[in-house]
């Protein structure tokens, strides 16, 4: 994979505008948290305009008919908010939720979760000696 902007501008020429090399440095040097619709346009996280990728195309009236027929579970799906989900009951989510009650109670879940830090760097380090093997060849 390229390691640099112009390797990468070189290698996919037609993507060089969509990456996150195409942001501004400040944009570019943003913390996760603060990343903005930008950002997940250049990481192709979401695709602007928003549109049906050529080779769906075929199979687009046979989905819109399946979204017709099950609009009430659709609808039970876009009901709640993020900000609803984290928030209310597990009691209201399974009142407001309709089909998908246990979904969104399993979601509230992981969203209240603490957030994770990692270990991997919590054990102690140990001194690391330079191997003394007359046959080892290090390369």
């Not at 640099?4 to 037609?14: A, C, K, L, S």
């Not at 399974?94 to 979601?107: K, P």
């Amino acid at each position: 994979y390229p390691s640099t902007v112009d390797h990468f501008n070189r290698r996919f020429p037609n993507h060089a505008a969509n990456t996150i090399h195409a942001l501004a440095a400040s944009l570019r040097n943003a913390s996760g948290s603060s990343w903005t619709v930008q950002h997940l346009e250049a990481c192709c996280a979401i695709i602007q305009p928003c549109r049906t990728l050529p080779i769906l195309e075929p199979y687009m009236p046979v989905a819109r008919n399946k979204v017709d027929a099950y609009f009430a579970k659709v609808a039970d799906l876009t009901s709640l908010s993020s900000s609803q989900i984290s928030k209310i009951s597990h009691v209201e989510l399974r009142t407001n939720g309709g089909v998908f009650d246990s979904f969104y109670v399993a979601l509230a879940d992981v969203s209240r979760l603490p957030d994770l830090t990692s270990t991997a760097n919590d054990r102690p380090q140990r001194d690391r000696k330079p191997i003394n093997r007359p046959e080892y060849d290090a390369g």
